[in-house]
């Protein structure tokens, strides 16, 4: 009778047609992903033009959402580890192109708000979803870099989200750029259900029939023989609840590592694309300039990402993303040195954009190598809920920092010391490989 590893068959194998495109499955649906969780801030002039509201009465519209994607996220990982990454994915693809048609309909400022809480607890499922079910198919020489050029794909949906409204919404309106925002992932449902199986990774962990995991690895370009069984070879651990396994004696400081790191990353992000335009506008750059010069900031993240999965393929992992966290910290100290007129300032935005964005997306794409199959979807997710917090808090201080009255350089500073703390916490938790056992 032949027993079959299946991590070890995947790692001893190339990436095959059926992994490109689940990977590019996977891709497809983080842009969508990335655009509705940037839609609204496109459309906010718009709709506080129609339904004739203020700023402030527009703040729950944009805050909602972000509270949506934290509870998604914490809510989807443990149930992902339960019924699987696939069944997860797609009810959140389903639930955030829903909400969205439904959104582009809605007839009041508190339908808004509450639509864009719904589709941010879909929305939250997916990200985390996404990588914990391409990491899975993938050989583990190979999965850091199309893991994050995977992630890209939420930079690639985001920002388009400005080009797509320049197109409709002076012909259709702020509701048509919501109805296209949801009639896309809708209509690559069907194509997903069909395309995309289970992990074969969490279905032996599961203990699912021999026949139901060798069907999916056929798909790999796997042959078996019908009496062939699956296995895993995985880190030993305590049998407890997906989330409380997190905790455990063997997992904690791994996971309060990615947690402090998550939360450190995205607040920055979240405060230099919120007020980097305000603050150089403040500074003396005009309106256009300073958007153009805060953009590179977002371009940077584009090339960052798949260059943080390379060098992560090459080297130890932490030890690249430590470096990239530490670098971000330096290019942003030092934009507080330079002069706003100096050329130097767009190159040094572009390079803090590409280590701070390149480390955010390394760290999702080396989540799911950090826990063993029954716990990784709830790793990935809680970690970027977690997260979701200090984008959460980015959003909201970054106005009272700047009312301060702060030196440009003092602000600079306050900027980078989040970055130090990222480094410092995930080389903090780096860990020896832990024993392993057999599953299945």
Not at 32 to 53: Q, T
Not at 223 to 249: I, N
Not at 319 to 334: E, K, P, T
């Amino acid at each position: 009778m032949a027993t079959v590893d299946v991590k070890a068959w995947i790692d001893d194998r190339p990436v095959g047609r059926f992994q490109w495109l689940i990977l590019v499955a996977c891709f497809l649906i983080v842009v969508f992903d990335g655009f509705d969780v940037a839609v609204m801030g496109f459309v906010g002039p718009a709709v506080m033009h129609e339904f004739g509201i203020s700023k402030v009465a527009f703040g729950p519209v944009l805050g909602v959402g972000m509270i949506g994607l934290a509870i998604g996220s914490l809510s989807a990982g443990p149930v992902a580890d339960r019924l699987g990454r696939r069944s997860v994915l797609l009810l959140g693809v389903a639930g955030f192109g829903l909400f969205s048609v439904l959104t582009a309909i809605a007839r009041s400022p508190l339908e808004l708000v509450l639509l864009r809480l719904l589709t941010g607890i879909a929305l939250g499922a997916v990200l985390p979803n996404t990588s914990t079910l391409l990491a899975e198919y993938l050989p583990e020489r190979r999965r850091a870099l199309l893991v994050t050029v995977m992630i890209t794909g939420f930079t690639v949906g985001s920002g388009s989200g400005g080009f797509v409204t320049a197109s409709l919404l002076p012909g259709y309106g702020w509701r048509s750029v919501l109805l296209m925002g949801g009639l896309l992932p809708l209509a690559l449902l069907p194509a997903l259900w069909f395309l995309l199986p289970e992990s074969p990774r969490f279905l032996v962990a599961r203990g699912a029939a021999p026949d139901r995991i060798a069907r999916v690895l056929r798909r790999l370009g796997g042959r078996f023989p019908a009496s062939a069984t699956f296995v895993l070879t995985e880190d030993a651990g305590p049998r407890r609840t997906p989330v409380g396994k997190l905790l455990t004696a063997r997992y904690r400081r791994r996971t309060l590592s990615l947690w402090i790191t998550c939360f450190a990353l995205l607040l920055v992000v979240y405060l230099v694309l919120g007020w980097l335009p305000t603050l150089l506008r403040d500074g003396g750059l005009p309106l256009g300039t300073a958007a153009m010069v805060a953009g590179l900031f977002q371009l940077g993240g584009i090339v960052g990402g798949p260059a943080a999965g390379w060098l992560m393929g090459r080297w130890e992992p932490g030890r690249v993303l430590g470096v990239s966290c530490a670098l971000s910290g330096v290019f942003i100290l030092s934009l507080g040195a330079v002069s706003l007129s100096s050329p130097l300032l767009a190159v040094l935005v572009f390079a803090a954009g590409t280590c701070l964005n390149g480390g955010m997306v390394g760290l999702l794409a080396f989540i799911p190598g950090c826990y063993p199959t029954d716990c990784r979807a709830s790793g990935s997710a809680w970690t970027l809920g977690i997260g979701r917090f200090g984008a959460i808090l980015g959003s909201l201080v970054g106005g009272a920092v700047l009312g301060l009255g702060l030196a440009v350089p003092l602000l600079f500073l306050c900027l980078a010391v989040p970055t130090f703390a990222a480094a410092v916490a995930i080389v903090a938790g780096r860990e020896a490989r832990t024993p392993s056992v057999l599953v299945g």
